[in-house]
């Protein structure tokens, strides 16, 4: 069983930067596929990217590229999620999840939720 926990989240303005973590336990990512999701109030959640399990693949949806990167460190069980030139409508509640055996599909087709363990989310705010 693999228990999943969001950090790094909070305020931030236009412009500005943020580094989200996902800190695995209960079991090593080594194996992992790993997706970062978010969901904004009053919307439905949405893949934002996700990295294969030897961080050797990595997809971030086409409106995220540029600014979004996700990457990881195995040795640390932890996936990491960076943020820059945020925008007004990046704040949601960001996810992670992962699933094993998912690399082909993240690598193809980005994140899916179908992935079996999810994290409770880290709030990021955009204001200036």
């Known amino acids: 069983q693999v228990q999943l926990v969001e950090s790094g989240g909070g305020p931030a303005q236009p412009g500005g930067s943020l580094r989200l973590s996902c800190t695995a336990s209960?079991?090593?990512?080594?194996?992992?596929?790993v997706g970062w999701f978010r969901q904004a109030p009053g919307k439905e959640r949405e893949g934002v990217g996700c990295?294969?399990?030897?961080?050797?693949?990595?997809y971030v949806v086409d409106s995220l590229k540029g600014r979004f990167t996700v990457s990881r460190d195995n040795a640390k069980n932890k996936v990491y999620l960076q943020m820059t030139s945020l925008k007004l409508e990046d704040p949601a509640v960001y996810y992670c999840?992962?699933?094993?055996?998912?690399?082909?599909?993240?690598?193809?087709?980005?994140?899916?939720?179908?992935?079996?363990?999810w994290g409770k989310g880290t709030l990021v705010t955009v204001s200036s």
């Open positions: 999840a992962t699933d094993r055996s998912l690399d082909y599909y993240c690598k193809q087709a980005g994140p899916t939720t179908i992935m079996d363990y």
């Open positions: 990295i294969g399990s030897d961080g050797g693949a990595t």
């Open positions: 209960g079991s090593t990512l080594h194996f992992y596929t």
